[in-house]
T-cell receptor, first 114, second 110 residues
Framework: DAGVIQSPRHEVTEMGQEVTLRCKPI?????LFWYRQTMMRGLELLIY????????DSGMPEDRFSAKMPNASFSTLKIQPSEPRDSAVYFC????????????FGNGTRLTVT | SQKIEQNSEALNIQEGKTATLTCNYT??????LQWYRQDPGRGPVFLLL?????KEKRKERLKVTFDTTLKQSLFHITASQPADSATYLC?????????FGSGTRLSIRP
């Protein structure tokens, strides 16, 4: 199994531009999570999906952030317009439906907004 | 509000000693608690799971305890090695939320 695949690995963009982060979860996993990691705030849950349906998006910082999961093998996190304070590492993770199942993380997208 | 704290931001110990990391939480009743390891530039990797009705779990040189009265979990690495150097994160699983601690950066010196 290739694990959770995220792209791009690095993204540098200018303030005001749209940014799209991509994630391919592990096949057969029912849950998909988007996290953001910074030195100041650690690992924060932004949103998670169950069977492609968003369940809890209370961690999404503001309307500039949106996430979609059009099918079981693909999800996107979009920031429009981007701001310097969005600079962070964004992780996607997936897990099976079994209670307490471990999260399998991708290697993240390092976003820098100048 | 729900809060999870990993007491030490960084821990530096001698090779061969036991490393003990602490995870405390408040205003939360997790059904499960997990520990992850994160290396620079990589995503966290799952290590161990412990359920609320379990006191202790072991896996090779790793041991986790879970005290729901104290609202605390301890993570031990025995016979530590330089290769154990990494950031270790605890994560609490409740009914609808998964919250991570900020992590403890562990350094094992030869």
């Amino acid at each position: 199994d290739a694990g959770v695949i995220q792209s791009p690995r690095h993204e540098v963009t200018e303030m005001g531009q749209e940014v799209t982060l991509r994630c391919k979860p592990i096949s057969g996993h029912d849950y998909l999570f988007w996290y953001r990691q910074t030195m100041m705030r650690g690992l924060e849950l932004l949103i998670y999906f169950n069977n492609n349906v968003p369940i809890d998006d209370s961690g999404m910082p503001e309307d500039r952030f949106s996430a979609k999961m059009p099918n079981a093998s693909f999800s996107t996190l979009k920031i429009q317009p981007s701001e310097p304070r969005d600079s962070a590492v964004y992780f996607c993770a997936s897990s099976s439906r079994t209670a307490g199942s471990p999260l399998h993380f991708g290697n993240g997208t390092r976003l820098t907004v100048t | 509000s729900q809060k999870i704290e990993q007491n030490s931001e960084a821990l530096n110990i001698q090779e061969g000693k036991t490393a003990t990391l602490t995870c405390n939480y408040t205003n939360y009743s997790p059904a499960y608690l997990q520990w992850y390891r994160q290396d620079p530039g990589r995503g966290p990797v799952f290590l161990l799971l412990i359920r609320e009705n379990e006191k202790e779990k072991r896996k090779e040189r790793l041991k986790v305890t879970f005290d729901t009265t104290l609202k605390q979990s301890l993570f031990h690495i025995t016979a530590s090695q330089p290769a154990d150097s990494a950031t270790y994160l605890c994560a609490l699983f409740g009914a609808s939320k998964i919250i991570f601690g900020s992590g403890t950066r562990l350094s094992i010196r030869p």
